[in-house]
């Protein structure tokens, strides 16, 4: 499986982006898709989740700002980040946990930057 992240970039405070993640290969079953993201100096976080019964979760840091979304192609999310603060500065990390083969397997795209500054 493959996870392929576009949508990164430099905004603004306050200012907006919106993260899409595609992953290809062959699964049995994709169970979760989300994103998580590595300020610089710290540990990687989990900010938003979708699963397989669209069940959706957000970091605090996040809700209310993020709204994660599933894209019209299939294993395909979106991440729209509003209201976007100098704290959101990462690598923001797409993953997914599938089931191949009776395992649970994570993959992990390659990362894609994110900056908010003036």
């Known amino acids: 499986v493959q996870l392929q992240a576009s949508g990164g970039g430099s905004v603004h405070p306050g200012g907006s982006l919106r993260l899409s993640c595609v992953a290809r290969g062959s699964v049995d079953h994709v169970l979760v898709m989300g994103w998580w993201r590595q300020p610089p100096g710290t540990q990687r976080e989990l900010i938003a989740a979708i699963s397989d019964i669209d069940n959706i979760g957000y970091a605090d840091s996040v809700k209310g700002r993020f709204t994660i979304s599933r894209g019209n192609a299939k294993n395909t999310i979106n991440l729209q980040m509003n209201n976007l603060e100098p704290g959101d500065t990462a690598v923001y990390y797409c993953?997914?946990?599938?089931?191949?083969?009776?395992?649970?397997?994570?993959?992990w795209g390659p990362g894609t930057q994110v900056t908010v500054g003036p």
């Open positions: 993953y997914t946990d599938v089931r191949q083969g009776g395992q649970q397997q994570r993959y």
